[in-house]
């Protein structure tokens, strides 16, 4: 496995061939997903469901999580929500998983992440069903790999992964 060199802002990085190549492609793949739009509610329906939202759970959203929930609920078939800890990830989360609800149902959402601690405190702190990435892409372990993929892909609208930057490969 050779390594590629590329420099960015005058700082050379150095990759494993393998790596750069799967992670190009899945550079191309999000670009194109965040390209593609299915709105879930017009703005003001979201700022009042955002509303909603915030007196069911006592709490009020910062401008910063009013913002990134609008911006979700516009509908990007693929997006991502980062901050540091403490920041609200889990709140615009759980909001945008009420939006995601009012559109396609409780049943067509489903979270998941790397363990199966994570995705105990997905399913505590969001209440939707969740699942360990393993469980949910039904890895095979005599084949060794998942059988769920793009030739037989999920049944759910909408999934949540967690901790997304703990994922490789």
């Known amino acids: 496995?050779?390594?590629?060199?590329?420099?960015?802002?005058?700082?050379?990085?150095?990759?494993?061939?393998?790596?750069?190549?799967?992670?190009?492609?899945?550079?191309?793949?999000i670009?194109?997903?965040?390209?593609?739009?299915?709105?879930?509610?017009?703005?003001h329906e979201a700022?009042?469901?955002?509303?909603?939202?915030?007196?069911?759970n006592n709490m009020?959203?910062?401008?910063?999580?009013?913002?990134?929930?609008?911006l979700g609920s516009r509908g990007a078939k693929c997006f991502a929500i980062a901050g540091s800890a403490g920041t609200g990830k889990t709140s615009v989360s759980k909001c945008l998983l009420g939006l995601f609800e009012k559109k396609y149902g409780r049943e067509n959402i489903i979270c998941c992440a790397l363990s199966g601690v994570a995705t105990a405190r997905i399913r505590k702190q969001s209440g939707y069903s969740?699942?360990?990435?393993?469980?949910?892409?039904?890895?095979?372990?005599?084949?060794?790999?998942f059988t769920k993929?793009?030739?037989?892909?999920l049944d759910y609208a909408v999934i949540l992964l967690d901790e997304a930057s703990m994922v490789d490969n």
């Open 1 to 29: 496995n050779t390594l590629i060199a590329y420099v960015y802002d005058d700082i050379q990085y150095n990759f494993l061939r393998e790596t750069c190549v799967k992670e190009a492609f899945l550079y191309e793949k």
């Open 149 to 153: 993929d793009e030739n037989d892909p």
């Open 60 to 70: 009020k959203l910062s401008d910063e999580q009013n913002k990134a929930v609008l």
């Open 31 to 43: 670009i194109s997903l965040q390209k593609q739009y299915t709105p879930l509610c017009e703005e």
């Open 130 to 145: 969740a699942s360990t990435i393993h469980s949910l892409l039904a890895y095979d372990i005599i084949k060794k790999g």
């Open 47 to 56: 700022l009042e469901y955002i509303k909603e939202f915030e007196k069911n």
